[in-house]
Protein backbone atom coordinates (compact mmCIF):
# COMPACT_ATOMS: atom_id res chain seq x y z
CA UNK A 1 0.00 0.00 0.00
CA UNK A 2 3.07 2.22 0.51
CA UNK A 3 3.87 2.41 -3.25
CA UNK A 4 -0.09 3.42 -3.44
CA UNK A 5 0.75 6.36 -1.97
CA UNK A 6 3.88 7.39 -3.17
CA UNK A 7 2.54 7.28 -7.07
CA UNK A 8 -0.89 8.86 -6.33
CA UNK A 9 -0.27 12.33 -7.65
CA UNK A 10 1.35 10.70 -10.88
CA UNK A 11 -2.55 9.96 -11.62
CA UNK A 12 -3.85 12.71 -14.08
CA UNK A 13 -7.47 11.60 -13.52
CA UNK A 14 -9.30 10.02 -10.28
CA UNK A 15 -11.29 7.49 -12.83
CA UNK A 16 -7.97 5.18 -13.22
CA UNK A 17 -6.54 6.25 -9.67
CA UNK A 18 -9.68 4.54 -8.00
CA UNK A 19 -9.54 1.61 -10.19
CA UNK A 20 -5.46 0.73 -9.81
CA UNK A 21 -6.30 1.44 -5.77
CA UNK A 22 -9.27 -1.09 -5.91
CA UNK A 23 -6.72 -3.79 -7.94
CA UNK A 24 -4.23 -3.03 -5.48
CA UNK A 25 -6.51 -3.01 -2.45
CA UNK A 26 -8.58 -6.30 -3.04
CA UNK A 27 -5.91 -8.01 -5.23
CA UNK A 28 -7.07 -11.66 -6.37
CA UNK A 29 -9.79 -11.74 -3.81
CA UNK A 30 -13.31 -10.77 -5.36
CA UNK A 31 -15.06 -7.42 -4.42
CA UNK A 32 -17.73 -7.36 -1.72
CA UNK A 33 -20.11 -4.71 -2.32
CA UNK A 34 -20.70 -2.42 -0.57
CA UNK A 35 -16.98 -1.85 -0.56
CA UNK A 36 -16.18 -0.14 2.72
CA UNK A 37 -14.40 2.94 2.96
CA UNK A 38 -14.25 3.07 6.70
CA UNK A 39 -12.16 -0.30 6.87
CA UNK A 40 -10.10 1.04 4.03
CA UNK A 41 -9.02 4.41 5.52
CA UNK A 42 -8.17 1.58 8.65
CA UNK A 43 -6.39 -0.49 6.80
CA UNK A 44 -4.27 2.69 5.42
CA UNK A 45 -3.21 3.47 9.11
CA UNK A 46 -5.83 6.32 8.62
CA UNK A 47 -8.15 7.23 12.21
CA UNK A 48 -11.71 8.31 11.53
CA UNK A 49 -13.76 10.21 13.67
CA UNK A 50 -17.48 11.30 13.37
CA UNK A 51 -17.82 14.53 14.94
CA UNK A 52 -20.54 17.58 14.59
CA UNK A 53 -19.21 20.05 11.87
CA UNK A 54 -21.61 22.53 10.49
CA UNK A 55 -19.86 23.87 7.64
CA UNK A 56 -17.95 20.86 6.35
CA UNK A 57 -18.12 17.36 5.13
CA UNK A 58 -15.17 16.05 6.68
CA UNK A 59 -11.36 16.98 7.11
CA UNK A 60 -8.19 15.64 6.91
CA UNK A 61 -5.19 16.18 9.35
CA UNK A 62 -2.11 14.53 8.02
CA UNK A 63 0.51 12.56 10.97
CA UNK A 64 2.68 15.42 12.04
CA UNK A 65 5.99 13.16 12.41
CA UNK A 66 6.80 9.65 12.00
CA UNK A 67 5.01 8.27 15.49
CA UNK A 68 1.63 10.22 14.48
CA UNK A 69 -1.01 9.00 12.29
CA UNK A 70 -3.36 10.71 9.82
CA UNK A 71 -6.81 11.48 11.46
CA UNK A 72 -9.61 11.79 9.50
CA UNK A 73 -12.79 13.76 10.64
CA UNK A 74 -16.52 13.08 9.27
CA UNK A 75 -19.09 15.16 9.85
CA UNK A 76 -22.40 13.37 12.24
CA UNK A 77 -25.09 15.70 10.74
CA UNK A 78 -24.72 13.94 6.86
CA UNK A 79 -26.81 10.37 5.85
CA UNK A 80 -24.66 7.67 5.84
CA UNK A 81 -24.48 7.65 2.76
CA UNK A 82 -22.66 10.61 2.78
CA UNK A 83 -20.39 9.70 5.43
CA UNK A 84 -19.38 7.20 3.39
CA UNK A 85 -18.42 9.01 0.47
CA UNK A 86 -17.17 11.33 2.79
CA UNK A 87 -14.53 8.59 4.21
CA UNK A 88 -13.79 7.70 0.38
CA UNK A 89 -13.20 11.26 -0.53
CA UNK A 90 -10.94 11.90 2.30
CA UNK A 91 -8.85 8.21 1.63
CA UNK A 92 -8.08 10.24 -1.45
CA UNK A 93 -6.43 13.59 0.34
CA UNK A 94 -4.24 10.46 2.12
CA UNK A 95 -3.00 9.71 -0.79
CA UNK A 96 -2.79 12.93 -2.56
CA UNK A 97 -2.82 15.56 0.04
CA UNK A 98 -0.70 14.07 2.68
CA UNK A 99 1.44 16.94 3.46
CA UNK A 100 -1.15 19.02 4.39
CA UNK A 101 -4.39 19.58 6.58
CA UNK A 102 -7.72 19.98 4.23
CA UNK A 103 -10.84 20.94 5.68
CA UNK A 104 -14.07 19.80 3.22
CA UNK A 105 -16.56 22.24 2.49
CA UNK A 106 -20.16 21.25 1.96
CA UNK A 107 -20.97 23.02 -1.75
CA UNK A 108 -18.21 24.97 -3.15
CA UNK A 109 -15.38 23.04 -4.13
CA UNK A 110 -11.86 23.76 -5.58
CA UNK A 111 -9.78 21.62 -8.00
CA UNK A 112 -8.79 19.16 -5.47
CA UNK A 113 -11.80 18.87 -3.83
CA UNK A 114 -13.15 17.70 -7.43
CA UNK A 115 -10.89 15.49 -8.01
CA UNK A 116 -11.24 13.55 -4.39
CA UNK A 117 -15.09 13.91 -4.88
CA UNK A 118 -14.50 11.74 -8.17
CA UNK A 119 -12.05 9.42 -6.66
CA UNK A 120 -15.20 8.66 -4.43
CA UNK A 121 -17.62 8.16 -6.88
CA UNK A 122 -15.41 6.10 -8.82
CA UNK A 123 -14.16 3.80 -5.57
CA UNK A 124 -17.56 3.25 -4.50
CA UNK A 125 -19.21 2.64 -7.55
CA UNK A 126 -16.51 0.87 -9.91
CA UNK A 127 -17.32 1.35 -13.29
CA UNK A 128 -16.70 -2.08 -14.49
CA UNK A 129 -19.51 -3.60 -11.90
CA UNK A 130 -21.53 -0.45 -12.20
CA UNK A 131 -21.95 -0.99 -16.07
CA UNK A 132 -23.23 -4.67 -15.15
CA UNK A 133 -25.40 -3.35 -12.91
CA UNK A 134 -26.82 -1.17 -16.07
CA UNK A 135 -27.11 -3.69 -18.27
CA UNK A 136 -29.04 -5.99 -15.45
CA UNK A 137 -31.92 -3.11 -15.37
CA UNK A 138 -31.94 -1.27 -18.69
CA UNK A 139 -35.11 -1.04 -20.98
CA UNK A 140 -34.90 -1.23 -24.53
CA UNK A 141 -33.72 2.05 -25.49
CA UNK A 142 -30.55 1.33 -22.78
CA UNK A 143 -32.05 3.41 -20.05
CA UNK A 144 -32.43 2.99 -16.08
CA UNK A 145 -35.25 3.56 -14.83
CA UNK A 146 -35.37 5.96 -11.50
CA UNK A 147 -36.72 3.26 -8.95
CA UNK A 148 -34.11 0.83 -10.44
CA UNK A 149 -31.36 3.40 -9.83
CA UNK A 150 -32.45 3.48 -6.07
CA UNK A 151 -31.72 -0.51 -6.11
CA UNK A 152 -28.52 0.17 -7.87
CA UNK A 153 -27.25 2.64 -5.19
CA UNK A 154 -28.35 0.43 -2.18
CA UNK A 155 -25.95 -2.06 -4.01
CA UNK A 156 -23.21 0.18 -4.01
CA UNK A 157 -24.34 1.72 -0.37
CA UNK A 158 -24.04 5.22 -2.23
CA UNK A 159 -27.03 7.77 -2.43
CA UNK A 160 -29.36 7.93 -4.76
CA UNK A 161 -28.28 11.30 -6.33
CA UNK A 162 -24.89 10.44 -6.90
CA UNK A 163 -25.86 7.15 -8.48
CA UNK A 164 -28.00 8.97 -10.77
CA UNK A 165 -25.41 11.19 -11.45
CA UNK A 166 -22.62 8.49 -12.17
CA UNK A 167 -25.37 6.74 -14.62
CA UNK A 168 -26.34 9.72 -16.42
CA UNK A 169 -22.26 11.41 -16.94
CA UNK A 170 -20.65 8.57 -17.23
CA UNK A 171 -22.94 5.81 -18.78
CA UNK A 172 -25.66 8.02 -20.75
CA UNK A 173 -28.46 5.49 -19.51
CA UNK A 174 -30.86 8.21 -17.85
CA UNK A 175 -33.75 9.30 -19.84
CA UNK A 176 -34.90 12.96 -20.48
CA UNK A 177 -33.04 16.21 -19.53
CA UNK A 178 -29.93 15.68 -17.49
CA UNK A 179 -28.62 19.14 -17.22
CA UNK A 180 -27.43 19.67 -14.06
CA UNK A 181 -29.97 22.01 -12.96
CA UNK A 182 -32.43 20.44 -13.87
CA UNK A 183 -31.36 16.69 -12.74
CA UNK A 184 -31.38 17.70 -9.22
CA UNK A 185 -35.36 18.98 -9.64
CA UNK A 186 -36.34 15.34 -11.00
CA UNK A 187 -34.52 13.87 -7.75
CA UNK A 188 -36.20 16.02 -5.89
CA UNK A 189 -39.31 15.16 -6.96
CA UNK A 190 -39.07 11.58 -7.10
CA UNK A 191 -38.24 11.81 -3.35
CA UNK A 192 -36.15 8.87 -3.05
CA UNK A 193 -35.87 8.62 0.93
CA UNK A 194 -39.64 7.95 0.45
CA UNK A 195 -39.50 5.66 -2.02
CA UNK A 196 -37.01 3.57 -0.26
CA UNK A 197 -38.97 3.68 3.13
CA UNK A 198 -42.00 2.29 0.54
CA UNK A 199 -39.83 -0.76 -0.23
CA UNK A 200 -39.04 -1.56 3.16
CA UNK A 201 -35.06 -0.41 1.95
CA UNK A 202 -33.07 0.04 5.25
CA UNK A 203 -29.32 1.36 5.70
CA UNK A 204 -28.93 -1.27 8.89
CA UNK A 205 -26.20 -2.62 6.80
CA UNK A 206 -23.96 -0.02 6.23
CA UNK A 207 -24.64 1.30 9.68
CA UNK A 208 -23.25 -2.37 10.88
CA UNK A 209 -20.37 -1.85 8.73
CA UNK A 210 -19.36 1.91 9.82
CA UNK A 211 -19.77 0.79 13.86
CA UNK A 212 -17.80 -2.39 13.29
CA UNK A 213 -15.21 -0.01 11.62
CA UNK A 214 -15.40 2.59 14.57
CA UNK A 215 -15.76 -0.02 17.53
CA UNK A 216 -12.30 1.54 19.20
CA UNK A 217 -14.01 4.68 19.31
CA UNK A 218 -17.52 3.68 20.82
CA UNK A 219 -15.37 2.13 23.41
CA UNK A 220 -16.95 4.13 26.75
CA UNK A 221 -16.58 4.28 30.40
CA UNK A 222 -18.34 6.04 32.82
CA UNK A 223 -16.33 9.26 33.06
CA UNK A 224 -17.90 12.69 34.52
CA UNK A 225 -18.56 14.44 31.82
CA UNK A 226 -21.11 11.77 30.59
CA UNK A 227 -22.98 11.44 33.45
CA UNK A 228 -23.22 14.79 33.37
CA UNK A 229 -24.78 15.01 29.99
CA UNK A 230 -27.14 11.98 31.31
CA UNK A 231 -28.07 13.91 34.26
CA UNK A 232 -28.74 17.45 32.54
CA UNK A 233 -30.15 16.04 29.18
CA UNK A 234 -31.12 12.86 28.88
CA UNK A 235 -33.38 12.53 31.97
CA UNK A 236 -35.65 15.05 30.51
CA UNK A 237 -35.40 13.90 27.66
CA UNK A 238 -36.74 10.46 28.48
CA UNK A 239 -39.33 12.39 30.68
CA UNK A 240 -40.48 14.60 27.89
CA UNK A 241 -40.86 11.62 26.04
CA UNK A 242 -43.14 9.96 28.21
CA UNK A 243 -45.37 13.29 27.54
CA UNK A 244 -44.24 14.85 30.92
CA UNK A 245 -43.71 18.65 30.26
CA UNK A 246 -40.79 20.08 32.40
CA UNK A 247 -37.58 22.01 31.72
CA UNK A 248 -34.26 21.95 33.35
CA UNK A 249 -34.50 25.05 35.21
CA UNK A 250 -38.26 23.96 36.49
CA UNK A 251 -37.47 21.01 36.97
CA UNK A 252 -33.81 21.33 38.75
CA UNK A 253 -34.73 23.08 42.56
CA UNK A 254 -37.93 20.35 42.86
CA UNK A 255 -35.76 17.44 42.23
CA UNK A 256 -32.99 18.29 44.00
CA UNK A 257 -35.42 18.57 46.99
CA UNK A 258 -36.81 14.96 46.50
CA UNK A 259 -33.51 13.87 46.09
CA UNK A 260 -32.19 15.59 49.62
CA UNK A 261 -35.59 14.62 51.39
CA UNK A 262 -37.24 11.79 49.89
CA UNK A 263 -40.70 11.08 51.11
CA UNK A 264 -40.67 13.63 53.35
CA UNK A 265 -40.46 16.33 50.47
CA UNK A 266 -43.35 18.96 50.23
CA UNK A 267 -43.15 17.82 46.49
CA UNK A 268 -43.76 14.19 46.95
CA UNK A 269 -47.30 14.12 45.58
CA UNK A 270 -49.34 12.03 42.88
CA UNK A 271 -49.48 15.42 40.97
CA UNK A 272 -45.99 16.48 40.66
CA UNK A 273 -45.41 12.87 38.99
CA UNK A 274 -43.40 14.41 36.33
CA UNK A 275 -40.22 15.67 39.18
CA UNK A 276 -40.98 12.37 40.67
CA UNK A 277 -39.98 10.65 37.38
CA UNK A 278 -37.06 12.47 37.31
CA UNK A 279 -35.72 12.09 40.32
CA UNK A 280 -36.15 8.94 39.81
CA UNK A 281 -34.05 8.39 36.21
CA UNK A 282 -31.09 10.49 38.65
CA UNK A 283 -31.35 7.45 40.90
CA UNK A 284 -31.27 5.40 37.71
CA UNK A 285 -28.47 6.43 36.08
CA UNK A 286 -25.99 6.51 39.36
CA UNK A 287 -26.62 2.87 39.08
CA UNK A 288 -26.07 2.75 35.28
CA UNK A 289 -22.57 4.72 35.74
CA UNK A 290 -21.66 3.62 39.10
CA UNK A 291 -17.54 2.72 39.08
CA UNK A 292 -16.18 0.07 38.81
CA UNK A 293 -18.34 -1.25 36.21
CA UNK A 294 -20.06 -4.37 37.26
CA UNK A 295 -18.95 -7.47 35.04
CA UNK A 296 -21.72 -9.50 35.25
CA UNK A 297 -25.57 -9.11 33.58
CA UNK A 298 -28.30 -10.33 34.01
CA UNK A 299 -32.14 -9.45 32.58
CA UNK A 300 -33.50 -9.19 36.51
CA UNK A 301 -31.38 -6.07 36.96
CA UNK A 302 -34.06 -4.04 35.31
CA UNK A 303 -36.14 -4.88 38.23
CA UNK A 304 -33.88 -2.72 40.12
CA UNK A 305 -34.05 0.02 37.47
CA UNK A 306 -37.52 0.00 37.78
CA UNK A 307 -37.18 0.30 42.05
CA UNK A 308 -35.44 3.14 41.51
CA UNK A 309 -37.36 4.84 38.59
CA UNK A 310 -40.17 4.84 41.48
CA UNK A 311 -37.78 5.45 44.73
CA UNK A 312 -39.05 9.02 45.23
CA UNK A 313 -42.94 8.78 44.64
CA UNK A 314 -45.45 8.97 47.38
CA UNK A 315 -45.52 4.76 48.03
CA UNK A 316 -42.27 3.72 46.15
CA UNK A 317 -42.76 0.06 47.18
CA UNK A 318 -44.67 -0.04 43.59
CA UNK A 319 -41.25 -0.18 41.84
CA UNK A 320 -39.35 -3.13 41.18
CA UNK A 321 -42.59 -5.76 40.93
CA UNK A 322 -43.62 -7.34 38.30
CA UNK A 323 -47.49 -6.67 37.03
CA UNK A 324 -49.77 -8.85 38.55
CA UNK A 325 -52.62 -8.40 35.67
CA UNK A 326 -53.30 -8.39 32.30
CA UNK A 327 -52.85 -4.77 29.95
CA UNK A 328 -53.42 -2.95 26.62
CA UNK A 329 -50.90 -1.01 26.43
CA UNK A 330 -52.08 2.48 25.25
CA UNK A 331 -50.22 3.72 21.99
CA UNK A 332 -48.63 0.83 20.90
CA UNK A 333 -50.19 -1.74 18.40
CA UNK A 334 -48.85 -4.94 20.34
CA UNK A 335 -50.52 -7.02 22.98
CA UNK A 336 -48.35 -7.55 26.39
CA UNK A 337 -47.84 -11.06 27.05
CA UNK A 338 -49.96 -12.59 29.56
CA UNK A 339 -48.44 -11.67 33.23
CA UNK A 340 -48.28 -15.04 34.17
CA UNK A 341 -45.69 -15.66 31.65
CA UNK A 342 -43.39 -13.10 32.67
CA UNK A 343 -41.09 -14.59 34.86
CA UNK A 344 -40.70 -17.86 31.98
CA UNK A 345 -40.65 -15.11 29.03
CA UNK A 346 -37.97 -13.31 31.09
CA UNK A 347 -35.96 -16.20 31.42
CA UNK A 348 -35.46 -17.18 27.84
CA UNK A 349 -34.39 -13.52 27.59
CA UNK A 350 -31.68 -14.04 30.52
CA UNK A 351 -30.46 -17.08 28.96
CA UNK A 352 -29.93 -14.76 25.34
CA UNK A 353 -28.30 -11.99 27.81
CA UNK A 354 -25.78 -14.35 29.11
CA UNK A 355 -24.72 -16.23 25.91
CA UNK A 356 -24.20 -13.19 24.22
CA UNK A 357 -22.43 -10.93 27.51
CA UNK A 358 -20.12 -14.24 27.67
CA UNK A 359 -19.60 -13.89 23.99
CA UNK A 360 -18.77 -9.99 23.31
CA UNK A 361 -15.32 -10.10 23.04
CA UNK A 362 -15.36 -13.28 20.11
CA UNK A 363 -18.43 -11.45 18.17
CA UNK A 364 -18.53 -8.37 16.06
CA UNK A 365 -19.79 -5.18 17.90
CA UNK A 366 -22.98 -4.84 15.39
CA UNK A 367 -24.20 -8.35 16.30
CA UNK A 368 -23.82 -7.47 20.32
CA UNK A 369 -25.55 -4.34 19.71
CA UNK A 370 -28.36 -5.65 17.35
CA UNK A 371 -28.44 -8.20 20.28
CA UNK A 372 -29.14 -5.56 22.93
CA UNK A 373 -31.72 -4.21 20.35
CA UNK A 374 -33.42 -7.37 19.98
CA UNK A 375 -33.70 -7.53 23.89
CA UNK A 376 -35.06 -4.00 24.26
CA UNK A 377 -38.22 -5.19 22.08
CA UNK A 378 -38.60 -8.28 23.63
CA UNK A 379 -39.20 -6.66 27.08
CA UNK A 380 -40.92 -3.84 26.08
CA UNK A 381 -43.46 -6.93 24.42
CA UNK A 382 -43.07 -8.78 28.04
CA UNK A 383 -43.83 -5.94 29.58
CA UNK A 384 -42.74 -6.67 33.13
CA UNK A 385 -43.37 -3.85 34.98
CA UNK A 386 -47.30 -2.11 36.47
CA UNK A 387 -45.51 1.01 34.98
CA UNK A 388 -42.47 2.76 33.87
CA UNK A 389 -41.54 0.09 31.03
CA UNK A 390 -40.55 1.76 28.54
CA UNK A 391 -38.27 4.15 30.50
CA UNK A 392 -37.23 1.06 32.55
CA UNK A 393 -35.87 -0.60 29.30
CA UNK A 394 -34.43 1.78 28.04
CA UNK A 395 -32.11 2.38 30.86
CA UNK A 396 -31.38 -1.51 30.80
CA UNK A 397 -30.39 -1.14 27.36
CA UNK A 398 -28.00 1.37 28.43
CA UNK A 399 -26.78 -1.13 31.48
CA UNK A 400 -25.96 -3.84 28.67
CA UNK A 401 -24.51 -1.34 26.67
CA UNK A 402 -22.26 0.13 29.85
CA UNK A 403 -21.17 -3.24 31.38
CA UNK A 404 -20.29 -4.32 27.46
CA UNK A 405 -17.59 -1.16 27.43
CA UNK A 406 -19.86 0.58 25.13
CA UNK A 407 -21.29 4.18 24.65
CA UNK A 408 -24.86 4.74 26.33
CA UNK A 409 -27.50 6.32 24.07
CA UNK A 410 -30.38 8.24 24.72
CA UNK A 411 -33.74 8.78 22.15
CA UNK A 412 -33.88 12.49 21.62
CA UNK A 413 -37.90 13.65 21.76
CA UNK A 414 -37.63 14.78 17.98
CA UNK A 415 -36.44 10.90 17.19
CA UNK A 416 -38.81 9.13 19.52
CA UNK A 417 -41.98 8.83 16.05
CA UNK A 418 -38.70 6.63 14.25
CA UNK A 419 -38.33 4.75 17.04
CA UNK A 420 -41.98 3.75 18.18
CA UNK A 421 -42.87 3.00 14.38
CA UNK A 422 -39.56 0.92 14.25
CA UNK A 423 -40.39 -0.78 17.48
CA UNK A 424 -43.99 -1.67 15.91
CA UNK A 425 -42.43 -2.57 13.08
CA UNK A 426 -40.48 -5.25 14.97
CA UNK A 427 -43.37 -6.59 16.52
CA UNK A 428 -46.05 -6.56 13.51
CA UNK A 429 -43.56 -7.59 10.98
CA UNK A 430 -40.97 -9.64 12.67
CA UNK A 431 -38.19 -7.39 10.83
CA UNK A 432 -35.84 -5.51 12.97
CA UNK A 433 -34.01 -3.68 10.45
CA UNK A 434 -35.83 -0.12 11.07
CA UNK A 435 -35.23 -0.68 14.85
CA UNK A 436 -31.18 -1.72 14.11
CA UNK A 437 -30.91 1.62 11.84
CA UNK A 438 -32.75 3.76 14.55
CA UNK A 439 -30.92 2.82 17.63
CA UNK A 440 -27.31 2.59 16.09
CA UNK A 441 -28.17 6.10 14.26
CA UNK A 442 -28.95 7.65 17.62
CA UNK A 443 -25.88 5.74 19.28
CA UNK A 444 -23.67 7.12 16.92
CA UNK A 445 -25.13 10.80 17.86
CA UNK A 446 -24.71 10.09 21.52
CA UNK A 447 -21.43 9.07 20.96
CA UNK A 448 -20.67 12.28 19.14
CA UNK A 449 -22.65 14.28 21.70
CA UNK A 450 -20.56 12.58 25.00
CA UNK A 451 -16.92 13.50 22.97
CA UNK A 452 -17.30 16.71 22.64
CA UNK A 453 -15.29 17.74 25.29
CA UNK A 454 -12.51 15.51 24.29
ZN1 LIG B 1 -11.80 17.37 0.45
New binding site residues.
Partial sequence: MVSFKSNAKNYRDAESMAAAYLAAYFGNSEIEYPISPFEMLKDEGVDFVIRNFNKLE?V?IPAQNQDDIAIVGISANRPITRQRFTAA??LC?HFRDADKQ?A?PIGQKNA??YF?DAFASALLMPMGELKVKVNEYKDYNGNVSFDDILKIADYFGVSFESCVRRIAYKIHAVEGDIESKELTKRIRKYKPDIKRKELGMSYENLYSDLIDNYAEQLKFAPNKYAKYVFENTYIYNDSRMEGLDVSIEEASEIVTDLRNNMQNSQYCTEKNEAYLSVAGHYLMYQDIFALPVKESLNVYDSFKLNKDLFAYYPHPEFGGNPRQNNVVISGAKFEAVDYHDIFSELAKVDNDIKIFFEDKDNIKVSDYIKHVIRTHHRITVIHPFPEGNGRTTRAFMNVQLVRAGLTPLYIKVEEKKNYIAALEKADTENNYDDLYECIFRVMIRSHVELSMNS
Wanted: charged share 20%; with cysteine; net charge negative.
Fill in positions: GYHEHVCSEA
